[in-house]
């Protein structure tokens, strides 16, 4: 073995190793218990961040235990390449606009770009050691996917779970699209509240406060709360609204909170989804102020052509001029934005696809009760999510890229036109319907919108399952759900809506949440990487060992936000550079050993503890792990490893090691066996973890023996680690006790811990304990460097003196 382990050699011989048996591989025929994996598919836009790095290691470290767990893992990639980051990723690359092409044309280029940067992921997941079956990859704009999405589609539509409406919706002026509820952020805004001056038909001055001055020209209605006394007599009598002069009625509504600011409140269209609310329940008039560009309408006159803030700016200027601003008062209030731009959001009128949520919500919450969550109250999110929809689901899209609604519209009676499920996928906008078969008429145009690409995202299950057909050896409910908290609301939503529609099952038995990597308070993302200050994921893998890497991220617990720390970084290499040390140690001895009964050797007292103490550990490990609890798995395996192999076995036994002249035959013979056996389980226990050096560990000092062609193709075994040595344990616990009382009054007089004693006297009242420390006197004088020692039946304080220029030490033992 090399003094040093070199990560990038080795690390690269690992990976040959595993791609040269296939390891990864699912395999259908198999009669294995299927472990399968909803992989979360990475966004193609160009590159990935080292919060990427973080999470999908959590999955790996899940995958290579249910691996060690004699499962048959099913674990796919997906690249998520249909949506608004790919199509601007390829327009800025190509110096092109989407809709100066086909669709087909520029799906087709898409599918090329994102080729690249998909084998670029590849190769950077292969880096950091995913143990992903490529052989199970498929892509958002596959044929294939565009197929099942299409399907997705038909199949709602068939079961009257879809509908199409003119309705008021959640727009992105930015992006020029509408946008669902879950894709909305809250952010906290500085903006002004303004009083402006009202007035009825007779004169009389109403005050209403606004942040929003520039919707004046959609103003419609105003209304106070039906017990508002101040205003009950106003009922259905006009105001005329400032500047804009037009007349608008005053009504009554238990919306209103009569205690907030004068308890009068203006309705445009629109402004919020109150204003939405009155405008459907009294029927008012709709004034579009703002078009879908972002910039004001003809209907606001002076305000035409200007943007928003500006447009705020002007009015608040004209009502000065004019008088009717009253008061101003700064502010900071909460706005929603949308999540990919952070611009705030409009409400505009479009003919939407929308599914049905509102009316099926007991139902979507009944089923989180059938899926384990871990960690539990990652649930609670959930169920708040769903208790508090307001909207369906809205999910058509207003852009060019993406997946077409297979859908045409007859102009002369409005019949909705599907695709023949056997020509999907299909793009009605590069493939003419000739005849309605409704009323034979030839007026028959496209939909021209996309899907939302949650609602293919949401169908990864059945992807997996290459639903309809189902011709996969895995099926739904898959075993697990990997994702982070951020997107419960999005994806484990509509995955769970999707399964429920289409085949009445929950999607995943379980689903195992994420947190995020922070800077600061800040979670790391893409767009801010830089500034950040953050390594990107290659130049952290170009620093550390990608077991270092992996050992980072296992370090974040479930659920949980975990800051970036370069600190754990280093502590993950320490422990690379140990188990290194540590199995140099142990090679002459293990390169002897054999298989072989342990009943057949005669075991010290020393190995009977080592044995039972892997044994626990084993148990506890195992346990954390049934629950996903990777961290206090690898928490208990370092324990084990720093403190009961390395500091107290390896050290106790080295006077065997460097004197075997001193033992007999059986006596080194059962320490190898100890040392096969325990560093076999060693390895074992950190081969999810650090997945690289426990392979080639493996490679040079076990695999002859044991006659499986990886690590990671071993499992874990119960039986085989079943040993219980109890009364010697506590034995044992003891000595270490005493050894530790050594080496600190030595530490203590500044001496070297090799520094020889001239007398070593032990005293205890108990004479049983001192004939059992009698019979571990070789052991005790190696460790201890003691040339003379001696066992009093007496109590005498534990001391460290100076005698005739020799040392002599008490130890009082219990």
Avoid at 660 to 672: C, F, G, L, S, V
Wanted: charged share 30%; glycine share 4%.
């Amino acid at each position: 073995m090399d003094k040093r382990y070199d990560h990038l050699k080795y690390e690269n011989e690992a990976r040959e190793i595993w791609e040269k048996h296939n390891a990864y591989k699912f395999n259908p025929q198999s009669k294995k218990e299927i472990f399968s994996i909803d992989t979360p598919p990475p966004t193609v836009s160009g590159t990935l961040h080292t919060g990427h790095i973080f999470s999908y290691t959590h999955t790996d470290i899940i995958a290579r235990f249910k691996r060690m767990q004699d499962k048959n893992v099913f674990y796919p990639m997906g690249f998520d390449d249909n949506g608004l980051p790919t199509e601007r990723y390829v327009e800025k690359k190509h110096k092109i606009k989407a809709s100066m092409l086909k669709r087909s044309e520029f799906i087709k280029l898409c599918l090329n770009e994102t080729k690249i940067v998909e084998k670029e992921f590849e190769k950077l997941w292969k880096t950091v050691g995913l143990s992903i079956d490529w052989s199970k990859t498929y892509s958002t704009i596959s044929k294939k996917v565009r197929k099942i999405s299409q399907y997705s589609f038909i199949d709602l539509f068939k079961k009257n779970l879809v509908y199409r409406k003119q309705e008021p919706s959640l727009y992105c002026t930015t992006c020029q699209t509408s946008v669902a509820q879950a894709e909305l952020d809250d952010a906290q805004i500085s903006s002004t509240f303004n009083d402006l001056e009202f007035k009825t038909e007779k004169g009389k001055k109403l005050i209403i406060a606004t942040t929003r001055p520039e919707l004046l020209p959609a103003c419609v209605a105003i209304f106070y709360h039906p017990e508002d006394q101040r205003y009950k007599h106003l009922k259905n009598k006009l105001a005329i609204v400032p500047i804009f002069n037009q007349k608008i009625k005053i009504l009554p509504d238990e919306k209103v909170e009569k205690d907030k600011g004068t308890g009068l409140v203006m309705c445009c269209t629109f402004g919020d989804q109150t204003d939405i609310y009155w405008y459907k329940k009294y029927k008012l008039p709709f004034i579009q102020a703002i078009g879908f560009d972002g910039k004001l309408t003809k209907n606001t006159g002076p305000l035409e052509g200007l943007k928003v803030h500006q447009a705020r700016k002007r009015t608040i200027e004209l009502l000065q001029e004019s008088g009717k601003l009253l008061n101003q008062k700064k502010i900071n209030h909460n706005v929603n934005v949308h999540e990919r731009c952070k611009q705030e959001i409009e409400y505009l009128i479009l003919r939407q696809w929308f599914v049905k949520i509102l009316d099926n919500k007991k139902y979507f919450l009944e089923m989180a009760e059938k899926i384990e969550w871990k960690p539990k109250f990652m649930k609670a999110r959930y169920r708040d999510w769903v208790e508090n929809l307001g909207w369906d689901w809205c999910i058509s899209r207003q852009r060019f890229f993406g997946i077409p609604f297979p859908v045409w519209h007859c102009q002369n009676c409005e019949k909705v036109i599907l695709a023949d499920p056997k020509d999907l996928p299909v793009d009605p906008q590069e493939k003419k319907y000739s005849k309605c078969p409704e009323c034979s008429s030839n007026d028959i145009k496209p939909d021209t919108d996309v899907m939302d690409t949650w609602n293919t995202s949401a169908l990864t299950p059945e992807i997996n399952i290459n639903w309809p057909e189902n011709n996969q050896k895995i099926s739904i409910p898959m075993s697990i759900r990997p994702q982070a908290h951020d997107i419960i609301r999005t994806w484990a939503f509509y995955t769970i809506v999707k399964a429920k529609y289409h085949l009445n099952k929950i999607p995943w038995n379980e689903i195992v949440i994420s947190g995020h990597i922070l800077a600061g308070k800040e979670k790391v993302s893409k767009s801010k990487q830089s500034g950040q200050k953050i390594p990107t994921p290659e130049e952290l893998l170009k620093q550390y060992p990608a077991d270092a890497v992996r050992y980072w991220a296992a370090n974040g617990k479930l659920g949980m936000d975990t800051a970036f720390s370069e600190n754990q970084l280093k502590i993950g290499q320490r422990l690379i550079t140990k188990l290194w040390n540590a199995f140099r140690f142990c090679k002459q001895n293990l390169e002897s050993c054999s298989k072989t009964n342990y009943k057949r050797l005669e075991l010290d007292n020393l190995n009977k503890w080592l044995l039972h103490k892997f044994s626990i550990t084993l148990k506890i490990y195992l346990g954390y792990f049934e629950k996903y609890d990777y961290t206090l798995a690898l928490e208990t395996a370092e324990k084990f490893f720093w403190h009961d192999f390395c500091d107290n076995y390896l050290e106790l036994i080295k006077y065997q090691i460097f004197n075997p002249d001193k033992y007999k035959e059986n006596e080194i013979a059962a320490t190898r066996f100890v040392l096969y056996e325990i560093g076999f389980g060693i390895l074992q226990l950190f081969a999810p973890f650090t997945s690289h050096i426990t392979e080639i560990l493996y490679q040079k000092l076990f695999k002859n023996i044991e006659n499986i062609p990886n690590i990671h193709s071993t499992t874990f075994d119960t039986t085989r680690y079943s040993y219980n040595f109890s009364d010697e344990t506590q034995f044992i616990n003891k000595l270490i006790m005493l050894i530790t009382i050594c080496r600190k009054l030595k530490t203590e007089k500044q001496l070297s811990l090799k520094t020889e004693l001239k007398k070593l006297i032990l005293y205890s009242e108990n004479q049983n304990l001192l004939s059992k420390f009698k019979e571990e006197e070789k052991l005790l004088k190696g460790i201890t460097k003691a040339n003379n020692i001696l066992y009093k039946k007496e109590s005498i304080p534990t001391s460290l003196q100076k005698q005739d220029n020799s040392w002599i030490m008490n130890i009082l033992i219990d």
